[in-house]
């Protein structure tokens, strides 16, 4: 019996994996509709749209939902989603920023304020921790793309700001105004990035002990699930131990 129970288990597990993968594929496909409903629905021409069809085809989001996605917006179709970003202080008075595309001000205000409360944390004012993170765009590359250097010498002629190069990758971060140029001649050069959007980069992140981590973890992990939440920031670290317990 065990073999069927790790079986059974196995099947919950791809279960559970396979409906948050539709899931995000509705938070993406929505971001492709606004974007391409805010400017022009050629990518390549619409940077927002540009970075969110990036987004879809790094998950692997099948090349019929993108197109159904713009489409949408052509026709006019679907709701019409408000752009919402709440702050707050979670566990631990860590900044959180969250970033939502609503059809309902009130459920999303409702649900993302009791997410807050529940973990000891509480919902504040539009710009009470924002002021915390700088607003960039970040332009992501696998680590086999190019060496440390040439990746830094082709972002430093880009115009980008900043380069971070580890073992995970190469991140190119520039400012909100360059990030579309500084992703198109870098993409010339390398590629499809394999992530580029304008982010939250916290100024400096806050070490918290592993029972308030766990606590943020879980917070995290709710606003992420909710319908509503397209992003989630916050300028905490926690361990490598409490890392892996959390699956992470």
């Given at each position: 019996?065990?073999?069927?129970?790790?079986?059974?288990?196995?099947?919950?597990?791809?279960?559970?994996?396979?409906?948050?993968k539709?899931?995000?594929?509705?938070?993406?496909?929505?971001?492709?509709?606004v974007a391409?409903?805010?400017?022009?629905?050629?990518?390549?021409m619409n940077?927002?749209?540009?970075?969110?069809?990036?987004?879809?085809?790094?998950?692997?989001?099948?090349?019929?939902?993108?197109?159904?996605a713009?489409?949408?917006a052509?026709?006019?179709?679907?709701?019409?989603?408000?752009?919402?970003?709440?702050e707050?202080?979670?566990?631990?008075?860590?900044a959180?920023?969250?970033?939502a595309?609503?059809?309902n001000?009130?459920?999303?205000?409702?649900?993302?304020?009791?997410?807050?409360t529940?973990?000891?944390?509480?919902?504040?004012?539009?710009?009470?921790?924002?002021?915390?993170?700088?607003?960039?765009?970040i332009?992501?590359?696998?680590?086999?793309?190019?060496s440390?250097?040439?990746?830094?010498?082709?972002?430093?002629e880009?115009?980008?700001?900043?380069?971070?190069?580890?073992?995970g990758?190469?991140?190119?971060?520039?400012?909100?105004?360059?990030?579309h140029?500084?992703?198109?001649?870098?993409?010339?050069?390398?590629?499809?990035?394999?992530?580029?959007?304008?982010?939250?980069?916290?100024?400096?992140?806050?070490?918290?002990?592993?029972?308030?981590?766990?606590?943020?973890?879980?917070?995290?992990?709710l606003?992420?699930?909710?319908?509503?939440v397209?992003?989630?920031?916050?300028?905490f670290?926690i361990?490598?131990?409490l890392?892996?317990?959390?699956?992470?």
């Amino acid at each position: 019996m065990a073999g069927h129970s790790q079986f059974k288990n196995i099947m919950h597990r791809k279960g559970r994996q396979d409906a948050m993968k539709s899931k995000l594929f509705g938070k993406l496909a929505r971001e492709i509709t606004v974007a391409a409903k805010l400017g022009t629905p050629d990518p390549a021409m619409n940077p927002r749209l540009r970075a969110a069809v990036v987004a879809a085809r790094a998950e692997n989001m099948p090349k019929d939902n993108i197109e159904r996605a713009i489409k949408k917006a052509l026709g006019g179709e679907g709701e019409n989603y408000a752009e919402i970003r709440y702050e707050g202080y979670g566990p631990g008075g860590v900044a959180v920023i969250v970033e939502a595309l609503t059809d309902n001000r009130n459920r999303a205000a409702s649900d993302i304020r009791s997410y807050f409360t529940k973990s000891g944390g509480n919902l504040g004012e539009t710009g009470s921790v924002s002021f915390m993170f700088d607003r960039v765009g970040i332009i992501e590359f696998d680590r086999s793309v190019a060496s440390d250097d040439a990746v830094l010498d082709a972002a430093i002629e880009a115009g980008a700001d900043d380069v971070i190069s580890g073992e995970g990758g190469h991140e190119v971060y520039a400012s909100p105004d360059s990030f579309h140029e500084v992703a198109k001649n870098l993409e010339a050069k390398f590629g499809e990035p394999r992530k580029a959007a304008l982010t939250w980069k916290p100024q400096n992140t806050v070490a918290v002990d592993d029972e308030t981590g766990e606590k943020l973890v879980k917070l995290m992990d709710l606003l992420n699930e909710h319908d509503d939440v397209q992003n989630v920031y916050a300028n905490f670290e926690i361990s490598d131990a409490l890392m892996a317990k959390m699956g992470g």
